[in-house]
């Protein structure tokens, strides 16, 4: 762990990884209600709270490529085109959840969207090109969150 | 301006074209497009905007280091795009850029050193939204 908090910054930050994994997993619980209404109340709350989900996750991956890109532009050494356009795709991907007709296709896109990007932020940080450890091991756990939970909605609209 | 802040301004520019490209569909409108086209163009708009601010919401938050106020941005974007409203509480389709453009000003005015690529795109983004926005209220989508 002490290596972890060195790779994060400087000691006065120490409280940030904390504070931000209260906030992360705080941010998770709309999601984590939702996909209870999703399943719990299919005719009545349901379809709101999938809309919810589905521009949550919209955002989410919007907001996870955003990270992805400022780490590449804070490198010391400036940012590398290949980075930037690595930080670029979720953009790209992020998109469609909202254009798509379809909410099966569109969960589906967010429950494939999430690992990709929680695995190549891995590979980043294992290269030290990417975001501090603590970040990822806040981000690994939500993502399976996550996962769970678009995974049940997505379960129950397949069902519907 | 450096190489580097050069690339990245002329990264940011081209990914400011489809809010270009909506704010004149709507401006063409009803006069040498359809209504209906430049209507969509706005919802595409709309998004497109909203997942850009997100994404720069993000980007602050890596830059950062962890900044937990971007994710509260990011969550305010939410709200812009959340079709039907929530809690009683329904925005009209003009105001919803006006969350847009009230976040990314927080983030450009909240990002420590702005870079000029920064500053151009949040510049240039406003400017577009604003026109899209006004176009709408003109149209009376309030």
Avoid: C
Wanted: no cysteine; glycine share 12%.
């Amino acid at each position: 762990m002490a290596n972890l908090a060195e790779k994060a910054g400087a000691p006065a930050r120490q409280g940030l990884p904390q504070a931000a994994a209260v906030l992360a997993y705080a941010g998770a619980l709309p999601l984590i209600v939702a996909a209870l209404l999703v399943l719990l109340r299919p005719d009545d709350l349901g379809p709101g709270a999938q809309r919810f989900m589905l521009i949550y996750g919209g955002l989410l991956i919007a907001f996870f490529g955003g990270v992805r890109w400022g780490v590449a532009v804070m490198r010391p050494e400036g940012p590398r085109f290949v980075h930037l356009v690595g930080g670029a795709i979720p953009l790209v991907l992020a998109l469609p959840v909202f254009f798509l007709a379809d909410p099966g296709a569109r969960f589906l896109l967010i429950l494939i969207a999430l690992p990709i990007l929680l695995i190549d932020d891995l590979r980043a940080t294992r290269k030290g090109s990417g975001a501090p450890d603590w970040y990822l091991g806040v981000r690994a756990p939500l993502t399976i969150l996550m996962e769970a939970s678009f995974g049940l909605a997505f379960a129950q609209h397949l069902m519907s | 301006m450096g190489r580097d802040d050069e690339d990245m301004t002329r990264f940011s520019l081209v990914a400011l074209a489809p809010l270009a490209l909506a704010a004149i569909a709507l401006w063409l409108a009803p006069w040498a497009l359809p209504l209906s086209f430049a209507l969509d163009m706005h919802q595409m708009a709309l998004a497109y905007g909203g997942v850009g601010a997100a994404f720069l919401a993000g980007a602050d938050a890596g830059g950062r280091r962890g900044a937990i106020r971007y994710l509260i941005a990011a969550l305010a974007v939410w709200i812009a795009l959340w079709p039907g409203g929530a809690f009683h509480l329904a925005l009209g389709a003009a105001w919803r850029y006006l969350i847009i453009i009230g976040v990314l000003i927080y983030l450009w005015l909240g990002g420590g050193a702005r870079a000029a690529w920064k500053t151009r795109l949040v510049y240039w983004a406003v400017i577009l939204l604003a026109l899209i926005m006004s176009r709408l209220l003109l149209l009376g989508y309030y």
